[in-house]
């Protein structure tokens, strides 16, 4: 038989090897329905996740369901291309199985164990799920030519992407550190290939998002992160949209939010760095 002081003595132990911490953007503790209760009261909130690591999928999800206990829901995520979006309608409208889905859109090497939940979540509710991201193959076209080269496509490829001429400010903080971080290794274009991204995600949650609803939107954290990417092309768009972000950083000791991760979203999910990843 267990012991009450069996089970005490595993609480206590949990407690004090913590998966994740969950702070707010000054770096102070707060609770997982605290949280909750600050999304709900906006329009949008950014997921940024790491794409690789399972509290951020989890969270995501966990985010999502108590979310639709308290509102209604619009879905999207980055890991969907726009032109795909014919075959995700088909899958949560059931006219087209999991294994069809997967030969029809160009689905995550992940998709199975971390975005599927999502999606599956998305068709037993009835909820709507917006494919937001462009085409990979035109955000390399920008990568090597600029915006200029999207100018040769057909009237049918620019319904996929946000429409042109396409906003971008070169001081963006994140497009900045893009080209510090590349240090010479990278065209001028990388980061214009990053905002083509932003731009046409922003486009699409805007045309799918529902006045009354919160959309959630899942994406990598750099989109999102320091109210940067997405949320600058939704705030120029709709300056009145109420937009709330959430964010995953890792560190080798979670017990405090490091300088560095502070101001990086208003929710931030710290994670203890040596979290096994998805892949």
Same mark, same amino acid.
């Given at each position: 038989?267990?012991?009450?002081?069996?089970?005490?003595?595993?609480?206590?132990?949990?407690?004090?090897?913590?998966?994740?911490?969950?702070?707010?953007?000054?770096?102070?503790?707060?609770?997982?329905?605290?949280?909750?209760? $600050?999304?709900?009261?906006?329009?949008?909130?950014?997921?940024?996740?790491?794409?690789?690591?399972?509290?951020?999928?989890?969270?995501?999800?966990?985010?999502?369901?108590?979310?639709?206990?308290?509102?209604? =829901?619009?879905?999207?995520?980055?890991?969907?291309?726009?032109?795909?979006?014919?075959?995700?309608? =088909?899958? =949560?409208?059931?006219?087209?199985?999991?294994?069809? =889905?997967?030969?029809? $859109? /160009?689905?995550?090497?992940?998709?199975?164990?971390?975005?599927?939940?999502?999606?599956?979540?998305?068709?037993?509710?009835?909820?709507?799920?917006?494919?937001?991201?462009?085409? /990979?193959?035109?955000?390399?076209?920008?990568?090597?030519?600029g915006f200029a080269a999207l100018d040769t496509l057909s009237a049918?490829?620019? $319904?996929?992407? $946000?429409?042109?001429?396409?906003?971008?400010?070169?001081?963006?903080?994140?497009?900045?550190?893009?080209?510090?971080?590349?240090?010479?290794?990278?065209?001028?274009?990388?980061?214009?290939?990053?905002?083509?991204?932003?731009?046409?995600?922003a486009y699409f949650i805007l045309k799918y998002y529902t006045p009354?609803?919160?959309?959630?939107?899942?994406?990598?954290?750099?989109?999102?992160?320091?109210?940067?990417?997405?949320?600058?092309?939704?705030? /120029?768009?709709?300056?009145?949209?109420?937009?709330?972000?959430?964010?995953?950083?890792?560190?080798?000791?979670?017990?405090?939010?490091l300088a560095e991760n502070k101001n990086t979203a208003d929710f931030?999910?710290?994670?203890?760095?040596?979290?096994?990843?998805?892949?």
């Open positions: 038989m267990i012991t009450m002081s069996f089970l005490l003595l595993v609480c206590v132990t949990a407690q004090d090897k913590p998966a994740y911490i969950l702070y707010n953007a000054k770096g102070k503790k707060v609770s997982y329905t605290k949280m909750i209760k $600050a999304i709900v009261q906006n329009d949008i909130v950014m997921i940024g996740e790491s794409h690789n690591n399972p509290i951020s999928h989890w969270m995501e999800l966990e985010i999502t369901k108590d979310c639709k206990e308290q509102k209604s =829901l619009v879905m999207g995520a980055e890991m969907f291309e726009q032109d795909n979006q014919p075959a995700l309608d =088909l899958y =949560l409208q059931g006219k087209l199985t999991a294994k069809g =889905l997967d030969s029809a $859109a /160009r689905l995550w090497k992940n998709y199975t164990t971390d975005y599927a939940p999502l999606v599956n979540f998305a068709k037993e509710n009835n909820i709507v799920f917006a494919a937001s991201n462009v085409p /990979r193959r035109y955000a390399a076209l920008v990568s090597k030519g049918k490829e620019k $319904a996929w992407i $946000a429409p042109l001429p396409i906003a971008y400010d070169p001081e963006l903080p994140g497009y900045k550190n893009m080209m510090t971080m590349m240090a010479g290794h990278g065209s001028v274009n990388m980061p214009k290939a990053q905002a083509i991204k932003d731009a046409t995600m009354g609803s919160l959309f959630i939107h899942y994406n990598g954290s750099y989109h999102s992160q320091n109210h940067d990417g997405i949320v600058w092309h939704l705030k /120029r768009s709709k300056p009145d949209l109420k937009i709330i972000t959430v964010t995953t950083v890792s560190q080798k000791e979670i017990k405090h939010l931030i999910i710290c994670v203890d760095e040596d979290m096994t990843s998805t892949y």
